[in-house]
């Protein structure tokens, strides 16, 4: 495919291992992940003229209770309006009882973006209109926990018609004509399939309907999801995706058009379109962080276990020249040597 100048995004993705009393103690904050999360995408602003956005998952919430947050912006600097109005309510808990931002049962509770499982994107798009509804990222929403999809991703399919008549062809009524719908909806189909496929199994077995749930969320195969979603997308992707239960995923295009770089210690995952962005905001050398394979998906499940699968076969490397040479920032050792 050519280097057509329309979607060089970028995303940050963290999953906390620890529970958020791990973090208040070690770091004196239960808002580790969300401080961290204002860095990744601090350190790849220049990917976010057009409008930045972050979504939350909170882990083991009640019925009745929301766990799926999400703010977007499409201003001048939106990195800084998300997470002043994400602050503006953490503030308004300290005004009222400080000792309540160590409470951690009560932020998970009351108070949003209190979550283990946080996705952050940056916007630059010159394709599309410059609306807060192109920013990423984006709500499949379903009452069952299991159904519910966020999604954001640095991408540009180049068969998005065929890839829609696709999705109306399985009988959907796609709302839009555009590739994220496009990738959303169709990672959203076989999520349901998923489900369906394993709720008929288990009520076959005699499991009740509200044991099914749970037994849904812990033998989801997310890397099955993936390969019949991605098995027609042309183009360069990276894409990120959180599951309402807590699993996640970031699944990167087989040529290798599209960044991503991933850590992993035993208290993050941590995975973003540039890899200075992890150097910086917590503290490890380079070598410690690692290019997601092409074709390939980290996956991390809702108890933490991380795996790498293969989605799709690898194909001949064509990394976009105008992302590695103009758009990414040039701190980076490999980037460096490239524009020298």
């Known amino acids: 495919m050519s280097d057509q100048i329309k979607h060089e995004c970028g995303i940050a993705f963290i999953r906390l291992k620890k529970p ?12 580790y992940g969300l401080n961290k999360l204002y860095l990744l995408m601090e350190k790849q602003h220049n990917r976010g003229q057009d409008g930045a956005g972050v979504a939350n998952i909170k882990l083991d919430i009640a019925p009745g209770e929301r766990y799926i947050s999400r703010i977007r912006s499409n201003s001048n600097q939106p990195i800084k309006e998300i997470f002043e109005k994400i602050n503006e309510k953490l503030q308004a808990v300290e005004n009222e009882n400080p000792d309540l931002l160590k409470d951690v049962d009560y932020l998970k509770k009351h108070v949003g973006f209190t979550g283990e499982v946080l996705l952050g994107h940056l916007r630059y798009g010159t394709f599309g209109r410059n609306s807060i509804e192109n920013c990423h990222p984006f709500l499949r929403q379903n009452n069952w926990m299991t159904r519910n999809l966020v999604v954001a991703g640095n991408f540009n399919l180049t068969n998005v018609d065929e890839l829609f008549d696709l999705l109306v062809d399985l009988g959907q009524h796609p709302k839009e004509h555009s590739d994220t719908v496009t990738v959303l909806e169709k990672i959203g189909h076989f999520l349901d399939m998923e489900n369906q496929k394993l709720y008929k199994k288990y009520k076959s077995l005699g499991y009740a309907k509200s044991e099914i749930s749970e037994l849904i969320a812990k033998n989801m195969k997310v890397h099955r999801i993936l390969r019949n979603a991605a098995l027609d997308w042309d183009g360069g992707y990276t894409m990120a995706g959180m599951i309402g239960h807590g699993d996640a995923f970031v699944l990167r295009d087989p040529s290798g ?61 064509k990394a976009c020249s105008f992302e590695r040479i103009y758009f990414s920032r040039g701190s980076d050792r490999d980037i460096y040597e490239e524009r020298k």
């Open 20 to 31: 958020l009393n791990y973090y208040l103690e070690k770091y004196g904050t239960a808002t």
């Open 257 to 317: 058009i599209r960044p991503a770089f991933y850590y992993q210690d035993d208290e993050v995952v941590v995975v973003t379109s540039e890899r200075p962005a992890i150097q910086t905001a917590f503290n490890v050398p380079i070598e410690e962080i690692h290019e997601l394979d092409p074709g390939h998906a980290i996956i991390i499940k809702k108890d933490a276990t991380v795996g790498f699968k293969k989605i799709k076969e690898p194909l001949e490397r």
